[in-house]
């Protein structure tokens, strides 16, 4: 049975690995030369400024009876910057670096110039109105008081959506203001990516499933932001309502970009150093020195090639021709 007495804080140290060391560059990062809004560490997306969170502070760990070496340890962020809030908290496998973040957000102001409709006078974040119970391993007897893991969905208000998730190690609810809830137009949804821990064996009585989630519309046109948090329920089929959301990104500035100073300080700081010998013959070259120096475009039903021009601008624009 997968119960709380597996779980016992000197019992874990026995059977687990070590709890996560948090990840650390080998030397420190430099100062960028001036701009915008690269490497602040905040980042505005519309009508919420969101900036990321990668300190934690434990609350829970546990393991599976019959693999007791895999332990998955659940966090909440520390060190939030004043007036911004959580959105839910961080899970991960133990045996590897602390890699992982979750995005705090405040609301921002928009422009006086800008006309707002009736949904932007609404808050955009929200406390939840309360907290549901989602799981939790408690048998209710005094052996398992004060070692199990509670698993809290924030219940929004109407309008809004839950961002994650939060976990407790007592079975008081959350405060309502631990964390925030977003006005729906302001989100995206969001699927399951990994599975990463699961309890639903023929040992447990108790199923669990966590994974990690990721924004459903990804790639240059997608508008979802995670969030860093993750998903969790006892009896979730696939298909069905994730319950929580992923932020959008409705600011069409790439206000994050790093200017033209930064990239050539990026480069030299970062970019690698190559040495040729001084026989090779196959060098490296620019691609406008490509175009000009063999390179040919072959359109289909002819032999013949054409000169591509040096500024690239007789190549086919959106597909192959």
């Not at 939840?128 to 989602?134: G, N, R």
Request: aromatic share 10%; net charge negative; hydrophobic share 35%.
């Amino acid at each position: 049975m997968f119960m709380c007495k597996c779980f016992y804080r000197n019992q874990l140290n026995d059977l687990c690995p070590p709890e996560p060391e948090p990840f650390s560059l080998p030397a420190p990062i430099p100062q960028w030369p001036p701009g915008e809004g690269f490497a602040s560490g905040k980042i505005i997306i519309g009508e919420i400024e969101v900036s990321k969170i990668s300190k934690f502070e434990r609350i829970w760990t546990c393991s599976l009876p019959e693999d007791k070496k895999k332990c998955i340890t659940f966090y909440k962020p520390v060190g939030i910057p004043d007036g911004f809030h959580s959105l839910g908290h961080y899970c991960q496998l133990n045996g590897k670096p602390l890699l992982g973040y979750v995005l705090v957000v405040r609301e921002v102001e928009l422009p006086e110039t800008v006309v707002v409709g009736e949904h932007v006078k609404s808050a955009a974040l929200r406390e939840p109105l309360d907290y549901t119970l989602v799981w939790s391993p408690d048998d209710g007897t005094e052996e398992s008081y004060g070692s199990c893991g509670y698993f809290w969905l924030p219940d929004p208000p109407e309008g809004y959506k839950a961002m994650g998730f939060l976990v407790t190690n007592k079975p008081g609810k959350p405060e309502l203001d631990e964390v925030r809830c977003v006005r729906a137009d302001l989100t995206d949804t969001c699927e399951t990516h990994n599975l990463i821990f699961n309890s639903h064996t023929n040992s447990t009585s108790l199923p669990f499933q966590v994974w990690t989630m990721r924004p459903r519309h990804r790639g240059m046109r997608g508008t979802g932001v995670s969030v860093g948090t993750f998903f969790c329920s006892s009896h979730w089929n696939n298909g069905e309502d994730l319950q929580i959301g992923c932020m959008k990104n409705l600011n069409p500035k790439l206000c994050g970009m790093p200017n033209l100073d930064q990239i050539h300080s990026l480069i030299n700081h970062y970019g690698p150093t190559v040495f040729l010998h001084p026989d090779e013959v196959y060098l490296p070259s620019s691609v406008a020195w490509f175009f000009k120096n063999g390179a040919l475009l072959y359109k289909t039903g002819t032999d013949v090639g054409e000169a591509i021009d040096e500024g690239g601008s007789n190549l086919p624009v959106g597909g192959v021709k």
